[in-house]
Protein backbone atom coordinates (compact mmCIF):
# COMPACT_ATOMS: atom_id res chain seq x y z
CA UNK A 1 0.00 0.00 0.00
CA UNK A 2 1.26 3.73 -1.19
CA UNK A 3 0.93 6.35 1.23
CA UNK A 4 2.74 9.21 0.93
CA UNK A 5 2.96 12.11 4.06
CA UNK A 6 3.47 15.54 2.85
CA UNK A 7 4.62 18.34 4.99
CA UNK A 8 6.43 21.75 5.31
CA UNK A 9 3.72 24.43 4.01
CA UNK A 10 2.32 27.30 5.58
CA UNK A 11 2.44 31.17 5.40
CA UNK A 12 4.76 33.49 3.69
CA UNK A 13 5.03 36.92 2.26
CA UNK A 14 5.99 37.14 -1.20
CA UNK A 15 9.58 36.69 -2.05
CA UNK A 16 9.94 34.09 0.76
CA UNK A 17 10.91 30.56 0.82
CA UNK A 18 9.33 27.19 1.96
CA UNK A 19 10.92 23.76 1.35
CA UNK A 20 7.87 20.77 1.47
CA UNK A 21 8.52 17.37 2.16
CA UNK A 22 7.05 14.05 1.09
CA UNK A 23 7.95 10.89 3.24
CA UNK A 24 6.74 7.99 1.52
CA UNK A 25 5.81 4.05 2.16
CA UNK A 26 5.06 0.96 0.37
CA UNK A 27 7.47 2.51 -2.55
CA UNK A 28 10.77 3.75 -3.01
CA UNK A 29 11.19 6.77 -4.25
CA UNK A 30 14.60 6.23 -6.31
CA UNK A 31 12.81 3.83 -8.31
CA UNK A 32 10.04 5.44 -9.15
CA UNK A 33 8.65 8.90 -10.99
CA UNK A 34 7.23 11.43 -8.52
CA UNK A 35 5.81 14.39 -9.18
CA UNK A 36 4.49 17.46 -6.68
CA UNK A 37 1.47 18.37 -7.86
CA UNK A 38 -0.75 21.99 -6.46
CA UNK A 39 -4.44 22.79 -6.68
CA UNK A 40 -5.70 25.90 -6.08
CA UNK A 41 -8.92 27.18 -5.15
CA UNK A 42 -11.63 27.02 -8.08
CA UNK A 43 -8.26 25.30 -10.21
CA UNK A 44 -7.72 21.97 -11.40
CA UNK A 45 -4.82 20.34 -10.47
CA UNK A 46 -1.58 20.88 -12.49
CA UNK A 47 2.06 18.87 -12.31
CA UNK A 48 4.37 21.26 -10.78
CA UNK A 49 7.52 18.93 -10.83
CA UNK A 50 9.11 15.68 -11.12
CA UNK A 51 11.98 13.53 -11.05
CA UNK A 52 11.96 10.16 -12.54
CA UNK A 53 14.16 7.12 -11.09
CA UNK A 54 17.35 8.59 -13.19
CA UNK A 55 16.98 11.95 -11.67
CA UNK A 56 15.60 13.79 -15.02
CA UNK A 57 13.75 16.55 -13.66
CA UNK A 58 11.14 18.37 -15.37
CA UNK A 59 9.06 22.02 -14.04
CA UNK A 60 5.76 23.72 -15.11
CA UNK A 61 6.66 26.87 -17.16
CA UNK A 62 5.19 28.79 -14.29
CA UNK A 63 7.89 27.59 -11.26
CA UNK A 64 11.28 27.41 -13.87
CA UNK A 65 14.13 29.21 -12.41
CA UNK A 66 12.19 28.85 -8.68
CA UNK A 67 11.18 25.83 -7.45
CA UNK A 68 14.09 22.51 -7.33
CA UNK A 69 13.06 18.90 -6.80
CA UNK A 70 15.28 16.41 -5.43
CA UNK A 71 15.01 13.54 -3.00
CA UNK A 72 16.82 11.76 -0.48
CA UNK A 73 16.57 8.19 -1.30
CA UNK A 74 17.76 6.88 2.66
CA UNK A 75 14.87 8.94 3.93
CA UNK A 76 12.79 8.16 0.95
CA UNK A 77 11.14 11.26 0.70
CA UNK A 78 11.05 13.84 -1.89
CA UNK A 79 11.25 17.29 -1.74
CA UNK A 80 10.42 20.86 -3.27
CA UNK A 81 12.23 23.66 -2.75
CA UNK A 82 10.21 27.02 -3.13
CA UNK A 83 12.09 30.49 -3.40
CA UNK A 84 11.00 33.30 -4.73
CA UNK A 85 7.33 32.59 -3.74
CA UNK A 86 4.32 34.49 -5.85
CA UNK A 87 0.88 34.94 -4.72
CA UNK A 88 -0.17 32.67 -7.59
CA UNK A 89 1.79 30.19 -6.21
CA UNK A 90 -1.14 29.83 -3.30
CA UNK A 91 -2.36 26.04 -3.36
CA UNK A 92 -2.93 23.03 -1.64
CA UNK A 93 0.32 20.88 -2.92
CA UNK A 94 0.73 17.20 -3.25
CA UNK A 95 3.02 14.30 -3.89
CA UNK A 96 2.09 11.46 -6.32
CA UNK A 97 3.81 8.30 -7.53
CA UNK A 98 3.59 8.07 -11.02
CA UNK A 99 1.52 4.67 -11.65
CA UNK A 100 0.02 4.88 -8.71
CA UNK A 101 -3.76 6.45 -8.10
CA UNK A 102 -2.87 7.51 -4.69
CA UNK A 103 -2.71 11.26 -3.52
CA UNK A 104 -1.68 12.67 0.31
CA UNK A 105 -3.28 14.63 2.35
CA UNK A 106 -1.85 17.76 1.06
CA UNK A 107 0.17 20.79 2.87
CA UNK A 108 -1.21 24.14 2.22
CA UNK A 109 1.38 26.86 1.02
CA UNK A 110 -0.37 30.47 0.85
CA UNK A 111 1.86 33.29 0.07
CA UNK A 112 0.57 36.86 0.97
CA UNK A 113 1.52 39.51 -1.22
Known amino acids: QVQLVESGGGLVQAGGSLRLSCVAS????????MGWYRQAPGKQRELVAS???????NYAESVKGRFTISRDNAKNTVYLQMNSLKPEDTAVYYC???????WGQGTQVTVSS
Open 51 to 57: ITRRTFL
Open 96 to 102: KVEGFDS
Open 26 to 33: GIFVSMNT
